[in-house]
């Protein structure tokens, strides 16, 4: 589920549509979670789908560590890479915000997170040395995400959670652990979806 204060808006013919943001959204927020709604859709039913189907699948859902592939049911779906991301995926199976989001301002996330199918060339690169998203990215790139993970938990406490019952019960004591204490026990790394093991795609 997408932060409840957020709005689809058309950007231009090359990108879309985006999620950006209706009120102020401060760094430490969840931005947005998997939830019971979200659609859980294993390879093997992906592969029996029709074409048209099947590149509608491929353009709006991403993977999780097991290969299935999450399609969300609301706006989390339309939100747009970005090299400068300003949410961050985690192991908990929610995006945080990892600096403070205005009113008016889009949504991003880095699909490096999210086990793209294919590498692809990202647009605002300036700056992070990177000009691709590519499969492995969480291998390449974890540790300089799980520590804008942890600055965002060390506000985690002293923001409104809209979506905070959605964090999953077997999440919710580290969740704790990396708010209050600052130790994040579960890297983004934890995410990554091997497809070199006995030949998954």
């Known amino acids: 589920m997408m932060f409840p204060h957020t709005e689809l808006r058309y950007i231009n013919d090359q990108v879309g549509f985006g999620v950006f943001a209706k009120k102020f959204i401060p760094k430490g927020t969840i931005t947005w979670a998997l939830d019971e709604l979200d659609q859980i859709l294993e390879p093997a039913f992906v592969a029996k789908l029709d074409k048209t ?3 509608f699948l491929m353009k709006y859902a991403y993977r999780n560590k097991k290969g ?12 747009n890479h970005s090299f400068h991301a300003n949410c961050m995926g985690t192991a908990y199976d929610f995006e945080i915000a990892i600096r403070d989001i205005l009113p008016g ?3 991003t996330s880095d699909y490096g997170t999210l086990n793209v199918s294919a590498s692809f060339k ?13 499969s492995d990215d969480l ?8 520590q804008q993970v942890l600055e ?11 979506l ?20 994040l026990l579960d890297s983004i790394k934890n995410n990554y979806y091997d497809r070199s093991a006995k030949g998954k795609k």
């Open 53 to 55: 189907r099947r590149k």
């Open 68 to 79: 299935d592939y999450i399609l969300c049911w609301d706006l989390g779906r339309y939100v």
């Open 105 to 107: 301002e889009q949504l």
């Open 122 to 134: 990202g647009t605002s690169k300036k700056g992070t040395g990177r000009k691709k998203v590519h």
């Open 139 to 146: 291998l390449r790139f974890y540790k300089e995400w799980d």
């Open 152 to 162: 965002a938990f060390k506000h985690f406490n002293d923001v409104d959670q809209p």
């Open 164 to 183: 905070i019952h959605l964090i999953r019960p077997e999440f919710k004591k580290n969740v704790i652990i990396a708010a209050n204490e600052h130790i």
